[in-house]
């Protein structure tokens, strides 16, 4: 969220369960860990040692003799009986920016990067943003372009139904807010980071206008958006420059009084989530 003010970013994550083949119902775990993995002609089995082993898209039977829990993956007609969503495949940025290879993201990495746990499965991310004013659509524009630029990941313009939609409102918040971002996560995990189904950014047209009375309402407008689009990508509040877009009072630099300039610390902490 982009602010005046300091003020966290909350994600939603939602809440699923698995199911095993007896009806019962075992949290799926964040980190899952296979103990053995062996293939069938039709199906794919795995053991694990108690319930906190369990892995997202399998079903789960106890087996006394062998002293563990036989699972087997689950067909599209089983998660659809048990409401399980599909495992997310994960796609990487083929950019290639100077950022470290990561097995698992931890607290040293978050902070050092200012991310905030989570990101896409995919690099092309559906945005719709028309229900903005007609100049607002332009800015936006304008903004995702030179997020695509970036070569990071692809922002997709799209009418339709959209992983992003960008939205405004006429209603004053709080004093300080220029835009806020709800995120949610479909309640599965990579990496240590949870995976995101959707997000909504809403931008507060009232403060806009009143802080960007200055002729500069084209640059505090784009500067918010890429703001925002910053933290529905997976980006958090950084306390680094006030000048980085990141920041929650952020200072835009401009060369043109149109476009944000876009720090290094904003496309190192997307290349870190979307390279690895």
Known sequence: MLKLT???????????????????TTPIVTNPTII?????????????????????????????????YIGHKMSKKERQQFNIPKEQKIQKATSNYDVPKISKFNDTIADKYDL????????KITINYTDLSLKQQKIA?????????????????????????LTAT???????????????SVGQTYKNLDLLSKST????????????NNNNY??????????????????????KNNTDIMAPYSKPISNDNFHSIIDQDYINGLAILYQN
């Open 170 to 184: 006429n209603n004053i918040g709080k004093e300080t807010t220029l835009g806020l971002t709800n995120n949610d």
């Open 218 to 239: 084209d640059l505090l407008v784009n500067n918010t958006i890429i703001h925002e689009i910053g933290h529905a990508l997976g980006l958090k509040h950084t306390n």
């Open 116 to 123: 905030s746990y989570f990101r896409w499965s995919k690099t």
């Open 141 to 165: 524009q304008e903004a995702i372009n030179q997020i695509n630029n970036l070569n990071i990941v692809k922002l997709l313009k799209t009418n339709r139904k959209a992983d992003i939609t």
């Open 6 to 24: 300091q003020k966290l970013l909350k994600l939603t994550a939602g809440l699923l369960s698995l199911i095993t083949l007896t009806g019962a």
């Open 201 to 212: 950014i809403i931008l507060c047209n009232p403060l806009l206008e009143k802080h960007g």
């Open 36 to 68: 053995q993995a062996k293939k069938a002609k039709k199906k794919h089995y795995v053991t694990a040692k108690n319930k906190y082993q369990f892995k997202l898209g399998y079903a789960y039977t106890y087996n006394k003799k062998k002293h563990c």
